[in-house]
């Protein structure tokens, strides 16, 4: 392996602002709807489910910049600023002219940048004088990072993990449990919805769209107790940018600008945390050669094959309806590792920009997800989460096109999180079993 | 959980020299001996089996600083300075005037302390010109951090793993191979040692004493391969004190000495590494007062309980005989979780001091060392390897005997890996199955 170079922040060069791109874009994206009503959703419906303050940064297409509060960049602080990393031994690995970075997000206490927003959620949920907060988890990686952030603020928390993952995962359910936290497999008989989908599929083995339903349920029938939700919306995507705003920093340090910024894509929210700093660039007129590549699983293509729709963000149509590129609320995608990209649908902010053209999109099939995490480990020495693996590959593919066509590029993707907990995927993958 | 402060050293100050106690006891340990002749061991001897220049580090009590290879040095920056944290919450939910800090070896990339000196092997042999390292593996941390170091430098490993953690630990199997290394359970048919054992035992689910003796005759017997170590001998504790050698500085940054240094004690490398070089200072004459405290478990006890004898390495008997605190080498412990712990000898360093009085020991149970786990869980955010958990089980009585005295001090221990690959037990400690 090749010694790397790392770019850490100072302290006090850690953001103090999240970047909320709705502000700078020329076309703002379509207005959630009420699924009854048809009406775009206000604040007081949203607040309904989510915090106060969570369902005015989702409505908030106004303020370019939001304050990170005190007390949540005391929490950063543990892990933050993330380390950038030039990938000299991945670099050399695929002869490539091109110079690749990552930003390691995998370095924080739960493994994955799930943190960013989940203590940020967690945080109001608390200003606000709840004491409980539910959540649906699929691979784990949120529902872990929320239960640490619920510990560290205090609240209880109750995790609608899907069943497939629950059964599959005991690692991350009990990292959970270790912080406190109450973990479900979902569909459960604890809910109306659950109840419904064991009533007509007895041995359903759970999806996101099932546990989103649990969970909106419980928050919306429990006094005290709030929703939380690890991608997809707004306010998520924007607690992520301090990834990007970092990155941004970082990169200047090294003394580069990337042409190339890949992100994987499950909602969105890890994509738009690394890119949305970086194309503000482009919105303001700078950069305006720099490409956004969002990497999804080839089984669950929906920026790649989806539809633009109005869709609900859950299988039993709870949730509001959202403006997104969706496979359809009902779709089941095939039990691939990477869980955590197993989402039918797009953020509505991604959806937007990827419908101007502003986002390209490719589809990763799992071997070379696998393949290319192997290669990074080898390379680099991170375990990479199957998640991140898609950035991976993404970033191997435009590599090898650089030495292809002769044209040096900068890249940069963000390495969402490791894979210390997932050793059972790549055993599978190394034992031909894929 | 309350906000943290971390102390992180320049990149400057990242320590060129590792320290050698040896050099300044006053009275030296006593040699190692040919288990044949009863002669003390030569370097000729030693380099049978290992690298040159772990041999004569291993013999070396002379010089008190040895020069960090700058390769190594290279591969320490991705991880180091580890950072040296202030556990305000875990001193606040003990209630105890006692100041406690932790060296935070867990942020290496394989996710434990083991790495500082898997490296330094591994590039002694390569530049010595071999091609093939072996080793064994209890726990799976060691295995890991030298299949790392192995991939770093282009060496070819072969891991012998105690047959029931290859089967309890899958995951630390899969790190291993996606780092390249062949993993093969022990006692295995593959040597001469693996078939005795199993003809006499036919379910023999091995131990380290068994590992090592397949991994020595595999070094013994095939060119260019040589054998490594990953704690016990002096040359590994060696270097570990790069471990201790940060933490003094980051102690100085934080304006305290420690009155406390706490390690658990498996072979020794871990503690002496955190312990040795403020130790340097009592021997100096400074810091008359500081405490040395070995955390062992209770159901490994040879450091409470264990006779200071000529003893074995291994199971087999091909090792060199050691002067150490032992159960003897037949000895095998319980099948407990942490078991980086599972070890019937006390390095020749600290057995020494023990016998001095310099070390003080405590034993600790296997209940009392996981509470003391999730309690670090809940107040730090990171969830210790089992291991570790029994030097916070120390820093936590401690604490409490800080708070029943109302004499407040300052506690140092060390993190010594994280325990994300250890979930099950947890998940067993959690369900009351222990």
Redesign the interface.
């Known amino acids: 392996?090749e010694?790397?170079k790392?770019f850490i922040l100072e302290e006090r060069d850690i953001p103090r602002r999240w970047y909320n791109i709705v502000a700078d874009m020329p076309q703002k994206p379509r207005p959630a709807l009420d699924p009854v009503t048809r009406q775009p959703l206000t604040q007081k419906d949203l607040s309904r489910i989510f915090s106060e303050e969570a369902a005015r940064q989702e409505l908030n297409t106004v303020d370019r910049w939001i304050e990170i509060p005190e007390a949540v960049r005391?929490?950063y602080?543990?892990y933050r600023s993330t380390p950038l990393v030039r990938a000299y031994g991945l670099e050399k690995a695929l002869d490539t002219p091109a110079h690749i970075y990552f930003k390691n997000e995998s370095?924080s206490?739960v493994?994955s940048h799930k943190l960013n927003s989940a203590l940020a959620q967690a945080y109001y949920c608390k200003q606000e004088g709840l004491t409980n907060i539910t959540t649906e988890t699929g691979a784990g990686q949120w529902g872990t990072a929320l239960a640490?952030a619920a510990?560290?603020f205090g609240l209880e928390l109750a995790v609608y993990m899907v069943k497939l993952s629950y059964e599959q995962k005991?690692?991350?359910?009990?990292?959970m449990?270790?912080?406190?936290a109450q973990v479900v497999a979902s569909p459960s008989m604890s809910t109306k919805a659950g109840r419904r989908i064991l009533t007509e599929t007895p041995n359903h083995q759970g999806s996101l769209g099932t546990a989103i339903s649990e969970a909106v349920e419980l928050a919306t029938t429990v006094p005290g107790c709030k929703y939380t939700l690890g991608s997809v919306l707004n306010h998520v995507t924007l607690h992520q940018t301090v990834i990007g705003l970092e990155a941004e920093k970082q990169m200047e340090m090294a003394g580069e600008w990337p042409d190339v910024v890949i992100g994987c894509f499950g909602g969105g929210s890890n994509f738009g945390g690394i890119s949305y700093p970086f194309m503000r660039h482009c919105l303001g007129g700078e950069h305006a050669g720099t490409r956004f590549v969002a990497a999804e699983p080839e089984a669950c293509p929906k920026l790649t094959k989806g539809q633009f729709m109005y869709d609900y963000g859950d299988e039993a149509g709870y949730t509001p309806l959202l403006p997104m590129y969706s496979l359809g609320h009902t779709f089941t995608p095939a039990g691939i590792h990477a869980g955590g990209l197993r989402y039918h649908g797009a953020g509505t902010i991604a959806s937007c920009l990827l419908g101007e053209g502003r986002i390209e999109a490719v589809d990763i099939g799992q071997k070379e997800s696998f393949r290319a995490g192997?290669l990074f480990?080898?390379t680099e020495?991170?375990?990479p989460a199957p998640e991140s693996a898609h950035a991976i590959a993404a970033t191997v593919r435009e590599a090898i096109r650089a030495r292809e066509e002769g044209t040096p590029r900068t890249i940069l993707f963000c390495l969402s999180g490791h894979g210390?907990?997932d050793?059972?995927a790549?055993?599978r993958y190394?034992t031909g079993d894929m």
Do not use: E, K, T
């Open positions: 392996m010694p790397r790392r005391d929490q602080r543990l370095v206490p493994g640490y510990n560290v005991p690692y991350r359910r009990s990292l449990q270790v912080w406190g192997v480990a080898r020495g991170i375990v210390m907990v050793m059972a790549y055993d190394l």
